[in-house]
Structures are given as structure tokens and as C-alpha cells.
T-cell receptor, first 114, second 115 residues
């Protein structure tokens, strides 16, 4: 079974631009979560989607948004990029067997903002 | 605030020794805990999980212990191998009484295995 895939793997953008990252979950997984990983803040929860609906959201500004499609694939968008948005963005998918869900992570997208 | 912290940022062990990585969590309502391993350039990899109604769970060469009284988690790795060198994160699912997969991660411990 294929794992979680994320595209692209690397991105370089300049301040003020916007970016869209994509995540394809493991087949059959309906829950997709996004995390930001930085050396200073560690792994921080961005948002979670289930059945095309945002189910939970972390403490990030409105410049960070996401969506989920009917095939469970998810995208996240960051508008008006800032230098501090440079990070590894990780996507995780789950079968959603509450309350004990094993989440599988993708390799991440490394975003560098110049 | 919400936090899951680690006592030791770096742990250095000899190959063949046992390793113990500790973690403190702050949300007493959390009912599910997970340990992840992250190697350089990769996403976190699931190692083992434990439910709040358990004190101990064993996997292959790994054991997780949960002490709810003091809100403490530990990961024990038996016969540590060079391939175990990585950053280890503990994570908790606070659940907040509703359905969510949100995880709160600890700061991570770097495990360095010396040959």
C-alpha cells in the first residue's frame, strides 16, 4: 500500500507570494491533518480535514488555509508569505477510528521563503 | 497552555545498551499517546502508541510506559542499534471531548547511538 505522498518536496518562494501544497493520503484514509515543523517551534498543528470539512484548526493566522477534496486529497495554501513561514510542512492521514487513531506522515514539503 | 515537553534534548548511548526517552504532558484529559521517530529528511514514523486505560505496552524492542498520576510517558528501546539514531517525539491527542486527530507534540529528543 502506498504511503502518504506530498508534492512538491521542495519549494522556494519570495516574500509576498502565495503557495499551494498538496497531500495524497493513504488509500481509504479519510482524515488528513497538516503540521508545520520549525527548529524553533517544533511540530505544530495547522488544521485537520475529514470528509471535505475542516474539523479542527490550530493557532495560525488566516493566511494559512486548506481544503479537502472528495477523494480525500488535501491542499493547504499560504498567502502573503513571510520569512517566518519557512518550514517543513507535514501531512498525516488516518483511518479515523476514534479515539485511537494511528496517523501516518508523509515526507513533507520543505518551503523556503526568501 | 498546551504543551508536551521532553526532559532531555540529547541522549547518547552505546550500541547494545538500552535507551530510555522521557516525556511530560500537560493535558490530563488526553487519552491517547504516541511515540514517533524522525530521521533526517523524513517525516515522523509511528513507533508505538498507548491508550490512557493502559500503563504499559510492548512492541518489537520498544516499550512505552504511561504514568497518568504524574503525567509522564517514557519510551524504552532495548539493545539500541545505530539505526535507532534519530529524533524521537512524544505526542498526545487531547481529544477535547470531541472527534479530532489533533496531536500536540513534544520538543523532541535526539538519540545518538555510539558504535
Amino acid at each position: 500500500k502506498a504511503g502518504v505522498t506530498q508534492t512538491p518536496r521542495y519549494l522556494i518562494k519570495t516574500r509576498g507570494q502565495q503557495v499551494t501544497l498538496s497531500c495524497s493520503p493513504i488509500s481509504g484514509h479519510r482524515s488528513v491533518s497538516w503540521y508545520q515543523q520549525t527548529p524553533g517551534q517544533g511540530l505544530q498543528f495547522l488544521f485537520e480535514y475529514f470528509s471535505e470539512t475542516q474539523r479542527n484548526k490550530g493557532n495560525f493566522p488566516g493566511r494559512f488555509s486548506g481544503r479537502q477534496f472528495s477523494n480525500s486529497r488535501s491542499e493547504m495554501n499560504v498567502s502573503t508569505l513571510e520569512l517566518g513561514d519557512s518550514a517543513l510542512y507535514l501531512c498525516a492521514s488516518s483511518l479515523d477510528r476514534f479515539p485511537y487513531n494511528e496517523q501516518f506522515f508523509g515526507p513533507g514539503t520543505r518551503l523556503t521563503v526568501l | 497552555g498546551e504543551s508536551v515537553g521532553l526532559h532531555l534534548p540529547t541522549l547518547s548511548v552505546q550500541e547494545g545498551d538500552n535507551s530510555i526517552i522521557n516525556c511530560a504532558y500537560s493535558n490530563s484529559a488526553s487519552d491517547y499517546f504516541i511515540w514517533y521517530k524522525q530521521e533526517s529528511g523524513k517525516g515522523p514514523q509511528f513507533i508505538i502508541d498507548i491508550r490512557s486505560n493502559m500503563d504499559k505496552r510492548q512492541g518489537q524492542r520498544v516499550t512505552v510506559l504511561l504514568n497518568k498520576t504524574v503525567k509522564h510517558l517514557s519510551l524504552q528501546i532495548a539493545a539500541t542499534q545505530p539505526g535507532d539514531s534519530a529524533v524521537y517525539f512524544c505526542a498526545e491527542n487531547p481529544n477535547y471531548g470531541g472527534a479530532t486527530n489533533k496531536l500536540i507534540f513534544g520538543t523532541g529528543t535526539l538519540l545518538a547511538v555510539q558504535p
